[in-house]
Antibody, heavy 123, light 107 residues
Framework: EVQLVESGGGLVKAGGSLRLSCAAS????????MGWVRQSPGKGLEWVGR??????????DYATPVKDRFTISRDDSKNTLYLQMNSLKIEDTAVYFC??????????????WGQGTLVTVSS | DIQMTQSPSTLSASVGDRVTITCRAS??????LAWYQQKPGKAPNLLIY???SLQSGVPSRFSGSGSGTEFTLTITSLQPDDFATYYC?????????FGQGTKVEIK
């Protein structure tokens, strides 16, 4: 069974930093493109960024609002995805979901998701 | 960046109704479109990928169509479990924009 479990959320002051983790199991993590999506309270889904596999160069792409502040990384030896968030702003307050991204052989996008972790940025 | 526009934002329907949600892309995305269902407090659930491929385990009353810039999600006979918010998402290039969502409410 595929499982994605996020952790690391919490309360942080504006300007601070936080690192989220996403522990993966039930599939070959090193073969999976992975991503982060967030959802502010009462709002819609917002794509944050994604990372390809090492085979595809480990390329990272980000949404404009988080570019230069957030960094996605992966540790294939630990089956874990990370989201390093720096210079946090109040508008970064959201539930952050990790998910699988594009699957080369099936063409699927977003087939598996974690339960989400809440990040609250205070003034 | 490619923009995704869904309509309507809210839809009121009854059990048994046929429901159609539209998603338009600001430029051609071929068939690189996914549809998700989300219920309050839960993660999104993939329904459709590559515009018209039904995700395993998803009921056949859900279907997707379209290519290029215009896409639709159809629920042929709305069931009580289908009252939720639906999102489209493109995955053509290095970005992955979502539509703003369509909330399907009980009429």
């Amino acid at each position: 069974e595929v499982q994605l479990v996020e952790s690391g959320g919490g309360l942080v002051k504006a300007g601070g930093s936080l690192r989220l983790s996403c522990a993966a199991s039930g599939f070959t993590f090193s073969n999976a493109w992975m991503g982060w999506v967030r959802q502010s309270p009462g709002k819609g889904l917002e794509w944050v960024g994604r990372i390809t596999t090492t085979t595809y160069g480990g390329i990272r792409d980000y949404a404009t609002p988080v570019k230069d502040r957030f960094t996605i990384s992966r540790d294939d030896s630990k089956n874990t995805l990370y989201l390093q968030m720096n210079s946090l702003k109040i508008e970064d307050t959201a539930v952050y979901f990790c998910s699988t991204d594009w699957e080369e052989y099936s063409g699927r996008q977003g087939a598996y998701w974690g339960q989400g972790t809440l990040v609250t940025v205070s003034s | 960046d490619i923009q995704m526009t869904q309509s309507p934002s809210t839809l009121s329907a009854s059990v048994g109704d046929r429901v159609t949600i539209t998603c338009r892309a600001s430029q051609s995305i071929s068939s690189w479109l996914a549809w998700y269902q989300q219920k309050p407090g839960k993660a999104p659930n993939l329904l459709i990928y590559k515009a018209s491929s039904l995700q395993s385990g998803v009921p056949s009353r859900f279907s997707g169509s379209g290519s290029g810039t215009e896409f639709t999600l159809t629920i042929t006979s709305l069931q009580p479990d289908d009252f939720a918010t639906y999102y489209c998402q493109h995955y053509l290039d290095s970005s992955r924009t979502f539509g703003q969502g369509t909330k399907v409410e009980i009429k």
